[in-house]
């Protein structure tokens, strides 16, 4: 069974740090480009970023709001997936959410990050 | 790539047909196109990808078609379930844009 599991989440004050990871199971981690989304209160669904797989460059890709705060990281060899966040603002409180299209594609259950002070 | 849903909200009953429209700003390479339906409380559920292809455990009456900068998902008779909003996403381009949503809701 495809599964991933996200976890981190938790209440921060605004520039404070934070590291979500997303244990994946079920599907060939190695191959696959993996992606964090978001969700805040009352909003639509946010693209993140992602990081591409290690035999496409294990190149990371970020929304303009995030770039710079935020990092991308994965560890083939525990299939897990990272997301470290630095100098976080009240805008960045959302649900986090990971995912891949790979295969078929599968996404977590989502961790609440909030940020207020 | 912007993506441009419509309607904002579809009001239906059940066992209705559902249509739903997103359209890009420029064309979605590969058709790397996806719908999403999102209720409170659950994970992101992926429905299509691939602009037509069903994910994993998704009801036939679900289906997705379009190629292009037009893109079109489907849901054949309406289930109580079904009432949610729908997000497309093309996954192809940095940054990997969602469309601002559909909500289908019940008439």
């Known amino acids: 069974e495809v ?99 790979y295969g078929s594609g599968a996404w977590g259950q989502g ?7 | 790539i912007v993506l441009t849903q419509s309607p904002g909200t579809l009001s239906l009953s059940p066992g209705e047909r559902a249509t739903l429209s997103c359209k890009a700003s420029q064309s979605v390479p590969n058709n790397h196109l996806a719908w999403f339906q999102r209720m409170p409380g659950q994970a992101p559920r992926l429905l299509i990808y691939g602009a037509s292809n069903r994910a994993t455990g998704i009801p036939d009456r679900f289906s997705g078609s379009g190629s292009g900068t037009d893109f079109t998902l489907t849901i054949s008779r309406l289930e109580p379930e079904d009432f949610a909003v729908y997000y497309c996403q093309q996954y192809h381009v940095s940054p990997c844009t969602f469309g601002q949503g559909t909500k289908v809701e019940i008439k």
């Open chain 1, 3 to 101: 599964r991933l599991v996200e976890s981190g989440g938790g209440f921060v004050k605004p520039g404070g740090s934070l590291r979500l990871s997303c244990a994946a199971s079920g599907f060939t981690f190695t191959n696959a480009w993996m992606t964090w989304v978001r969700q805040a209160p009352g909003k639509g669904l946010e693209w993140v970023g992602r990081i591409k797989s290690k035999t496409a460059g294990e190149t990371t890709e970020y929304a303009a709001p995030v770039t710079g705060r935020f990092t991308i990281s994965r560890d083939d060899s525990t299939n897990t997936l990272y997301l470290q966040m630095n100098s976080l603002k009240t805008e960045d409180t959302a649900f986090y959410f990971c995912g891949t299209f």
């Open chain 1, 111 to 117: 961790t609440l990050v909030t940020v207020s002070s």
